[in-house]
């Protein structure tokens, strides 16, 4: 099993200081529950370098670096390629993400949003690396910027998917994978679970986007990447298949999508 999103990077102390303590005690319960491989995702530059210095003092742990649409005022393109020059050839950097647009927290700077999502994007393009977008009530711009973009070479995927069925079949068409979290596991979330029962075995994944979203068992804790397997055994009982074989199709997918 994989936990193709989290955000071990965001494992501080007081101090703002990585915690290597926790984060150990994090990995030691993620591999006793045989969850074999995370993935530390950035959100914005700083978190992003914190990133690579934990995947690359830890097995079996990779990292994406990348600008969250929330953090779009403190962008800086040439200082995020500079940090993919250097570590593209580590085997350790596998993304650009999470990169996209969030309408819900802000709407006044959406052509910002726009112009740095497409920067990123470009960004990927040129060192061939699969993208990993956030997209929350912004739908139709994303869809209208990857269609612009298209084709995705090197693939991607819509992390933390809470997008319709009709949505979900025009991103996959352009090469991407989607992506669920514990938000299938709750009972709002209908339309996810709608989703996640539609879709074909070779086009989606699975994450946790720790310390967030924790599933259902554990909702409004603080999340971990052991718990994704709680969102493969859901989705299982959803798809009417064993756990084994989500735990096979899902890891399959994440390693041929970042080449790991």
């Known amino acids: 099993m994989i936990d193709t999103h989290c955000h071990l990077n965001m494992i501080t102390d007081k101090n703002g200081k990585i915690d290597f303590i926790k984060i150990e005690q994090i990995l030691k319960n993620m591999y006793d529950n045989r969850v ?3 993935i530390t995702i950035g ?6 370098k ?6 690359s003092k830890y097995k079996n742990i990779y990292c994406a670096v990348g600008v969250h649409p929330e953090g779009v005022d403190e962008f800086n393109l040439d200082k995020l390629e500079s940090l993919v020059k250097q570590n593209i050839n580590s085997g350790k950097l596998v993304a650009i993400g999470e990169i996209g647009l969030d309408y819900y927290w802000r709407k006044d700077n959406k052509l910002e949003q726009i112009k740095i999502f497409k920067q990123q994007i470009e ?3 040129k060192y061939n690396l699969p993208i990993i977008v956030h997209c929350r009530e912004a739908f139709g711009d994303c869809l209208e910027i990857l269609k612009q973009y298209s084709p995705f070479l090197n693939g991607g995927v819509i ?9 979900a079949k025009e991103v996959i068409n352009l090469g991407f ?5 514990g938000v299938v596991t709750y009972s709002n979330a209908k339309n996810v679970q709608e989703v996640a029962k539609w879709v ?12 967030f979203l924790s599933p259902a068992p554990f909702r409004g804790k603080e999340n971990c990447p052991s718990n994704v397997v709680y969102v493969a055994k859901f989705i299982a009982e959803l798809k009417n ?6 735990d096979k199709i899902t890891t399959k997918n994440a390693k041929k999508l970042f080449k790991i």
């Open 36 to 38: 074999e491989i995370a």
């Open 43 to 48: 959100s914005n530059l700083d978190d992003s």
């Open 50 to 55: 914190i990133g690579i210095q934990i995947a």
């Open 123 to 125: 960004l990927a393009k």
């Open 159 to 167: 992390h933390c998917y809470s997008g319709s069925i009709e949505w």
């Open 177 to 181: 994978l989607i992506s669920f979290t």
């Open 200 to 211: 074909d075995n070779d086009k989606f994944m699975v994450e946790t986007d720790s310390p």
């Open 241 to 246: 298949i064993s756990y084994n074989n989500i």
